[in-house]
């Protein structure tokens, strides 16, 4: 009993305590120093990250032109093989007809079919005839199955490619709507950390810009790449030149190939097929199948590639300078052929 007492007490007591102690650790608690912020990035580290933000969309919307691009082709195969599918049932249907026609043909021969005729008549002039017509309908018919049957054979053939264009189609738009998102992320982001700065930063922000690119520009002069290049160019080329130079201030948009607004590879894409000379939608494709160009053999109308992923084009349009569709919030203009890092030039004619 005595030993119940005691516990008793003791519990009692460290409660009590706990109860005093509290008050203490919670303002210790309060008092503790909070972690410090983050450090503010400087003006360059948001332009470097604004910028790379942009590259990631650049790159982004390529892989969706390309998807796009699939996309049309397989569409056009689709609409070409259910036209063939069409054309392959009617023919079938023709044929079926026509060997209608033989059967009922026979059947007004009493049913019998014309080789027993042909045993059945004494006469062998007519035996001969009709020896002659036996055998050609013989051929006839044994053509007219085996028409049918090839013809059945194509139509399975292209229900087959029917088949894996569907699969194709569907995994284009897939990668579509990826790279959809993906832009728009990137883009957002990118709006997003420009438009937490103030105007007279943002003004900032735009000046750092001018000045990388004057910078890397400057370099590239400096290098004496323009020495030796030359300023006469194709008249295919000049036709290109004078188109992309005629968009100067309309809009960047991605994925647009004109005639209100364009991205890099739509532009170019756009000005030399004006000038006759059909090339490649994307930015990476047109570096991947034009014929490649030493920069020191440069001339006007020759497309500028960007980056190591190809993820920029311009054209170059002399005295060491390109038009280009640069990136969203901002639009076709003349830029400094060496303001960016350039991977290659291409040609496409």
Not at 137 to 161: C, F, H, I, P, S
Not at 178 to 183: L, P
Not at 305 to 315: C, L, P, R
């Amino acid at each position: 009993m005595n030993r119940r007492r005691h516990a008793t007490a003791a519990i009692t007591m460290i409660c009590a305590l706990t109860v005093l102690a509290s008050p203490a650790l919670t303002l210790q608690a309060a008092a503790a120093p909070l972690p410090p912020p983050p450090p503010k990035k400087t003006l360059e580290e948001v332009r470097q990250e604004i910028d790379g933000l942009y590259r990631q969309a650049a790159v982004a919307t390529d892989a969706y032109n390309l998807a796009e691009e699939k996309t049309k082709e397989q569409s056009a195969e689709l609409v070409k093989v259910a036209r063939m599918i069409v054309e392959g049932r009617e023919k079938i249907e023709a044929l079926k007809a026509q060997a209608g026609a033989a059967a009922r043909a026979q059947y007004r021969n009493g049913g019998l079919p014309d080789g027993a005729h042909l045993v059945l008549t004494g006469d062998p002039q007519l035996f001969l005839d009709a020896a002659g017509r036996l055998k050609a309908g013989a051929k006839a018919t044994t053509d007219l199955l085996g028409e049918m049957n090839r013809t059945q054979e194509q139509l399975d053939v292209y229900a087959a490619d029917a088949g894996v264009n569907w699969t194709k189609l569907e995994a284009n738009r897939v990668k579509q709507a990826q790279a959809r998102k993906e832009i728009n992320d990137k883009i957002a982001a990118a709006k997003k950390l420009e438009s937490e700065l103030a105007a007279e930063e943002r003004e900032r922000l735009r000046r750092l810009e001018e000045q990388a690119q004057y910078r890397a520009q400057t370099t590239w002069l400096g290098t004496g790449v323009l020495a030796g290049l030359k300023a006469d160019t194709t008249p295919e080329a000049k036709k290109a030149i004078a188109f992309a130079t005629a968009q100067i201030g309309r809009p960047y948009v991605w994925g647009a190939e004109g005639p209100d607004s364009y991205d890099c590879s739509g532009l170019t894409q756009r000005a030399w097929g004006v000038a006759g000379r059909p090339i490649p939608r994307t930015s990476q494709e047109q570096w991947r199948l034009l014929p490649h160009v030493d920069i020191k053999d440069m001339r006007p109308g020759d497309l500028i590639v960007y980056f190591k992923d190809a993820s920029h084009i311009g054209m170059y349009v002399g005295n060491g300078a390109i038009v280009h569709a640069p990136r969203p919030g901002r639009d076709v203009t003349l830029a400094g052929a060496g303001s960016m890092e350039i991977l290659g030039v291409v040609r496409p004619t």
